[in-house]
């Protein structure tokens, strides 16, 4: 049951764009790990894929439960998500986890922009959504630092690709938005 009073065409863009961008993200790991699942990296890039499934399983239910209707983009961020994480992948586990830096640091910052949008709009009335996306950009910058311990700034390239996927990420964020 949805709560009274709520803000819908608000609480409808949070709920399509987290979801996008969680199943984004679950394609990115799933391309990461079709690359380098049997390495010694390979655990640590699943247990931030477990993560990312329960975050993905949570907008699931939050879609029925809101009534949101997803973006119609998924098709294309399912093929463009294997295939960032993937590609990052190919560079070797520096590369993976460059894409996860920058991926997750566009993440928890989308996710500060919703929490300050709810926060403004009423906290009370928002609390569990704000509840879900304050524990899921939590878990977010946890990604994003796993990543910097695992050398993700000495991959090839690392600025240039950071800035290639973060403008990439931006792109996805504000189409899935409205879309």
């Not at 799933?30 to 247990?47: E, W």
């Not at 994480?85 to 640091?105: H, Q």
């Not at 090839?156 to 990420?169: N, R």
């Amino acid at each position: 049951v949805t709560p009274d009073g709520i803000n819908k065409a608000v609480v409808e863009r949070i709920i399509r764009v987290d979801h996008a961008g969680e199943y984004g993200a679950n394609r990115i790991y799933a391309g990461q790990m079709a690359v380098l699942g049997r390495s010694a990296v390979g655990p640590v890039i699943q247990q931030m894929w477990n993560q990312e499934k329960d975050h993905l399983k949570k907008f699931n239910e939050l879609m029925v439960a809101y009534r949101v209707r997803p973006t119609v983009l998924l098709p294309i961020w399912n093929v463009t998500g294997f295939v960032l994480g993937a590609g990052s992948a190919l560079l070797g586990k520096k590369g993976a986890m460059a894409c996860t830096v920058a991926v997750e640091e566009s993440i928890s910052d989308h996710y500060n922009n919703q929490i300050r949008t709810l926060m403004e709009e009423d906290p009370e009335k928002y609390r569990e959504l704000l509840q879900i996306i304050k524990q899921f950009r939590d878990d977010e910058r946890e990604h994003h630092d796993i990543a910097l311990e695992h050398n993700a700034e000495s991959a090839p390239a690392y600025s240039v690709l950071k800035i290639a996927i973060q403008l990439g990420c931006k792109a996805a964020i504000f189409l899935s938005e409205r879309i």
